[in-house]
């Protein structure tokens, strides 16, 4: 049984996993956007590719996976993404702020990053009960 490709889940999925609210996509994407739209967006079977492209490079995730979600794919590009961006991200609130600690930062992030893959496990937990559903 193939599942179909659903782009506008996989960008709501990529962007609730990243902790972005409809809203700050909606800003980064321009003034032509709002949280309606965004919304809308989500529902959509199919993106077309230049809007796609757009919200891959606000998201950091790469455009194949909106494309070809699947779950363990989806957790080596949310881990991939957030490896790749610790080092910018303590660096910026080190240079904003210096009272905090960078130890307890990288602390907080690995905390983030394993509620990140429990929520995912979930997720797929709850998708191959409902596919086992349908299968009966």
Do not use: C
Not at 8 to 19: Q, S
């Amino acid at each position: 049984m193939e599942q179909k490709i659903h782009q506008g889940r996989n960008v709501k999925r990529f962007r609730e996993m990243l902790g972005i609210k409809q809203e700050a996509l909606a800003f980064d994407l321009g003034e032509d956007w709002n949280q309606n739209k965004i919304s809308l967006l989500e529902q959509k079977d199919v993106i077309e590719d230049p809007l796609l492209k757009k919200i891959s490079e606000v998201l950091k995730i790469p455009v194949e996976a909106f494309q070809n979600f699947d779950e363990q794919a989806a957790i080596n590009i949310i881990a991939n993404t957030i490896n790749n961006n610790d080092n910018s991200v303590m660096h910026s609130l080190y240079i904003k702020d210096a009272t905090i600690n960078p130890i307890d930062k990288l602390v907080e992030l690995h905390e983030e990053k394993i509620a990140l893959y429990e929520r995912m496990l979930k997720e797929k937990d709850e998708m191959m009960e409902r596919l086992e559903k349908l299968l009966k």
